[in-house]
């Protein structure tokens, strides 16, 4: 669906392109940082392996459970407002009963956790123990009083919510709805074992780090399905996916979604409210991150610290990002295997990001 041939329309400037590919090539390891610009491709460049490897996405995976949830509220399958009790009941324990599908995809349930960071990261590759986890859990929050992170939490709750209303674990529901309509075939939640050769393995700088990245690299982990995290893909693929959804959710006579529920998807929930979990001022949709400065505009942002207000996607660990700029009909992915110090980290990224943007100001309407 898209010509992976580099190509410079009006607008863009190839030099600060090429910059941009210089730093994701600085950083070292591999990466492979793809932009397309109004369905054209101005960027792709892998560094250190083949642009046919894959990449664990690591949050970057969160908004294709989004969609997901997204496209079967269009259908009527589900209600945006529907307690998540209504569908799941064993989840109302202790007093969960109010916790609704709104609540979860804007990480306000009040469960970042079903019992601690470490515990649940521990548990993730086991579904059965992370969803009686989730039933047994009491909310840390009142369910919609404020953005609380669900790292790992968001994706067992609504991948249980998917299964239960689709009657289809979730990996295969996301196939049948969106990566095999698409043609994503470089895409899967849960690595295939025919496919392990493909892996990326992620890389850790620091001490913590290099011991995250030593589980991460398991057989048992990348195998897993784990939706908040687990996704791996292509730089390729994840930019088909964000092409269709900065055309209105749709891409080569398939429609993903109606406009009108990517309006709601991407419709700002938290204006930069510093998250009670992680500490960190974000603009939060329904199941994106979002764009602009928010309440710090000197911080490293995924999206860089310029990026449009109405821009969307989702960074994961500082590792990878993907995300599109309506306003300028941009797509960047940027996929790493660089786990290290959160600052580091997610500076390096902004740049890449900034350098982009620089490269691709928005453009001009066209004319009715």
Same mark, same amino acid.
């Given at each position: ?18 910059? %941009? ?17 109004? #369905? ?56 969960? #009963?109010?916790?609704?599908?709104? &609540?979860?995809?804007? &990480? ?20 059965? %123990?992370?969803?009686?986890? @989730? ?19 968001? #994706?067992?709750? @609504? ?37 392990? &050769? ?18 991460? +690299? ?25 092409? %269709? ?11 993903? *979604? ?28 329904? #199941? ?50 660089? *786990? ?9 990224? +902004? ?18």
């Amino acid at each position: 669906m898209l010509d992976w041939s580099e190509r410079d329309p009006d607008g863009v400037d190839r030099a600060g392109l090429e910059a %941009a590919a210089a730093l994701a090539r600085k950083r070292g390891g591999a990466s492979h940082l793809v932009v397309v610009r109004d #369905g054209v491709v101005v960027l792709d460049r892998a560094h250190g392996c083949d642009p046919g490897a894959l990449f664990w996405l690591f949050s970057t995976s969160k908004p294709y459970l989004a969609l997901l949830v997204h496209r079967l509220i269009e259908r009527g399958a589900l209600g945006l407002d529907d307690p998540i009790a209504r569908h799941w009941p064993a989840f109302e324990a202790n007093g969960k #009963g109010a916790i609704t599908v709104r &609540h979860v995809l804007q &990480h306000r349930s009040g469960l970042p956790v079903a019992r601690s960071t470490a515990r649940d990261a521990l548990a993730m590759t086991d579904w059965d %123990a992370s969803v009686r986890a @989730l039933e047994r859990a009491r909310a840390r929050f009142p369910a919609g009083e404020g953005p609380a992170y669900q790292y790992l939490s968001f #994706g067992f709750l @609504l991948g249980e919510l998917v299964r239960r209303v689709t009657g289809e674990p979730v990996e295969e529901a996301l196939a049948a709805e969106f990566l095999r309509p698409l043609g994503l075939r470089d895409t899967f939640l849960g690595l295939p074992g025919p496919q392990w &050769h493909r892996h990326v393995p992620v890389r850790g700088r620091g001490p913590g780090p290099r011991a995250a990245a030593a589980f991460i +690299n398991r057989r048992a982990t990348r195998c897993a399905v784990i939706p908040a995290a687990g996704v791996s893909a292509t730089g390729r693929d994840v930019a088909v996916l964000y092409e %269709a959804l900065v055309r209105g959710g749709s891409l080569g006579g398939v429609r993903l *979604l109606r406009p009108q529920t990517l309006a709601v998807a991407t419709t700002p929930t938290s204006d930069g409210t510093v998250d009670a979990h992680i500490g960190l001022p974000i603009r939060w949709s329904h #199941g994106f991150q979002l764009g602009g400065p928010g309440l710090d505009a000197l911080r490293p942002r995924p999206m860089g610290r310029t990026s449009s207000p109405d821009a969307f996607g989702h960074n994961g660990s500082n590792v990878c990002v993907a995300w599109a700029d309506p306003s300028r009909r941009l797509v960047t992915v940027y996929l790493t295997d660089q *786990l290290g110090p959160r600052d580091a980290a997610a500076a390096a990224q +902004n740049a890449v990001s900034e350098t982009v943007l620089a490269a691709c100001p928005p453009v001009r309407q066209r004319a009715a």
